[in-house]
Nanobody, 125 residues
Framework: QVQLVESGGGLVQAGGSLRLSCAAS????????IAWFRQAPGKEREFVAR???????YYADSVKGRFTISRDNAKNTVYLQMNSLKPEDTAVYYC???????????????????WGQGTQVTVSS
């Protein structure tokens, strides 16, 4: 069991930056694979980024080169640094986790067992 709480969302102008945080209740959080998803109004929840261990990262094509996922296991926290934000990045961002290490890209909702409540990111033009 792990509880996830996202924070760091807000309103930012296009071209700006935000850093999202996903705080976990488990001290064994370092053994979990963590992903960020996002969902815009009227759209399906889509994959953004994931991290396995500390260095195995994978990103959606839409955010490559702009977003960076990282983790601080001592703080039981995963971060999503978002730079060069675009209006199309506007969405509710969700943190997801699983303790099961799977092969493949792990970019689907079914790959994850635990979800946070989300944090709103709004990018103005």
């Amino acid at each position: 069991q792990v509880q996830l709480v996202e924070s760091g969302g807000g309103l930012v102008q296009a071209g700006g930056s935000l850093r999202l945080s996903c705080a976990a209740s488990q001290r064994t959080f370092g053994t979990y694979s963590i992903a960020w998803f996002r969902q815009a109004p009227g759209k399906e929840r889509e994959f953004v980024a994931r991290i396995r261990w500390s260095i195995d990262t994978y990103y959606a094509d839409s955010v490559k080169g702009r977003f960076t996922i990282s983790r601080d296991n001592a703080k039981n926290t995963v971060y999503l640094q978002m730079n060069s934000l675009k209006p199309e990045d506007t969405a509710v961002y969700y943190c997801a986790a699983t303790q099961f290490l799977r092969t493949g890209t792990m970019r689907t909702r079914d790959d994850y067992d635990y979800w946070g409540q989300g944090t709103q990111v709004t990018v103005s033009s």
